[in-house]
């Protein structure tokens, strides 16, 4: 099955996206995702001008030969840019083969541990009163676990509020825009939001919450802690990871379950977090963390340490790296949940798909390989727009964690 042609397809049907193309011989062509939020750009010089020339003639059977010949030979491993190109060569391989073997992703893997993926939606509002009234709409909706976040008074703007409530973009401008934080009043306003949630919706919906790598291990700590009477699902991403061991304190103060690894690239990232057992979900994802091979890897390790996996799913992912991801999450033994933003329409006509949502739930389909294609004609009416994710100042100007 030798490679004949990869190509990169850049579209922008409301949000930018990268897609890599690759062809064989055979006429069997799979696709993945290489998104990389607010530096598509760098992804898609990186696939055009170093690794796509190395592609063409490999046998696209060879799926673990390929990744470890981009990873161990490059020399400058890791990193957001070449893993995010490594991914989508390696998850085009994958849908490949299992085209091959006319089988869904799923039973290429090893078949399915779960008839559905339960997946979690984002309910957002200004103040607690339009969260609540938005967590009410995606429990009508059918939603068994609801990510919640609200803004706090005294701020302009807080993370996780949008206007859009079903299809948040947080890459929102042609240069960044600036938003402002407090901790302290962060800190004393949430646990108010999940008082108010648990009385008015009781404990059997599932209840999330995103501090997005805004608080030092004491701090988590503490807001774990008021949070523990609401019973949350988990607390997801509440101290930046760089310095791993900050989750010990963060463990001895709290039994809020904790999420992590949205923004991890290999398995040596999460090492320590899952060795410890220091983390409760880790969140890696395929396009980020080097596709469906080095995930599968992940995934193993935080299974020996009673850890589950929480695959991110924002927007910033295509519909190719969720239908991979859905493939992921049925064959995987220890999965957790699935993070679900949906897409806007335009977004789902470019990119048609065999996966559905009932129920809670998000079905991979059946359709052979992992179920997403690119109308290549329709994708390119939307041109590459410029949008930066937003940067984080505290009230007194000091440059922070967004």
């Known amino acids: 099955m030798k490679i004949i042609d990869a190509k990169v397809i850049v579209t922008c049907p409301g949000r930018n996206f990268v897609t890599l193309k690759i062809t064989t011989e055979e006429g069997i062509h799979g696709i993945g995702d290489a998104t990389l939020n607010g530096r598509e750009l760098a992804v898609v010089s990186y696939l055009e001008d170093h690794l796509v020339p190395c592609l063409i003639g490999r046998d696209a059977r060879q799926i673990e030969d390929i990744w470890q010949f981009f990873y161990r030979g490059a020399y ?7 893993m995010a190109a490594i991914a989508a060569i390696d998850t085009a391989l994958w849908d490949i083969k299992a085209k091959a073997a006319n089988m869904p992703l799923y039973d290429l893997l090893g078949g399915k541990s779960r008839e559905g993926v339960m997946v979690y939606g984002h309910a957002n509002g200004e103040d607690i009163e339009e969260t609540c009234d938005e967590v009410a709409r995606y429990l009508e909706l059918g939603y068994k676990a609801i990510r919640a976040q609200c803004g706090v008074p005294g701020m302009p703007s807080t993370y996780g509020v949008a206007q ?6 947080p890459a929102d401008a042609d240069l960044p825009s600036e938003n402002i934080w407090s ?3 962060y800190l004393n306003h949430i646990p108010k939001l999940f008082a108010r949630l648990r009385d008015q919706f009781g404990f059997d919906v599932h ?6 790598h805004r608080l030092t291990p004491i701090e988590a700590g503490r807001l774990g802690k008021d949070l523990e009477p609401y019973r949350l699902f988990w607390l997801e991403d509440a101290v930046t990871a760089e310095l791993q061991e900050g989750f ?11 999420a992590l690894g949205e923004i991890f690239t290999t398995i040596y990232d999460c090492h320590q977090l899952l060795s410890e057992q220091l983390i409760d979900y880790i969140r890696t994802t395929v396009v980020h963390a080097g596709g469906i091979t080095h995930l599968k890897r992940i995934a193993s390790l935080a299974e020996l340490y009673h850890i589950k996996t929480g695959c991110h799913g924002a927007t910033d992912l295509s519909p190719v790296c969720l239908g991979a991801a859905l493939h992921f999450d049925s064959w995987v033994p220890n999965f957790g949940i699935q993070e679900y933003m949906r897409h806007t329409e335009a977004t789902d006509e470019v990119f048609p798909h065999a996966y559905t949502f009932a129920d809670g739930n998000l079905y991979p389909g059946d359709t052979p390989g992992h179920g997403v294609d ?3 004609e329709l994708a390119s009416k939307y041109p590459y727009q410029r949008a930066y994710l937003p940067v984080n100042r505290l009230e007194d100007g000091t440059m922070f964690n967004w």
């Open 164 to 169: 859009d409530k079903m299809f948040y973009e």
């Open 207 to 212: 209840l999330l919450h995103d501090v997005h």
């Open 248 to 258: 010990r304190l963060v463990r001895q103060h709290t039994t809020t379950p904790l």
């Open 76 to 82: 400058w491993r890791k990193g957001p840019v070449g």
């Open 183 to 185: 901790t302290a009043k």
């Open 374 to 376: 690119i109308n290549e």
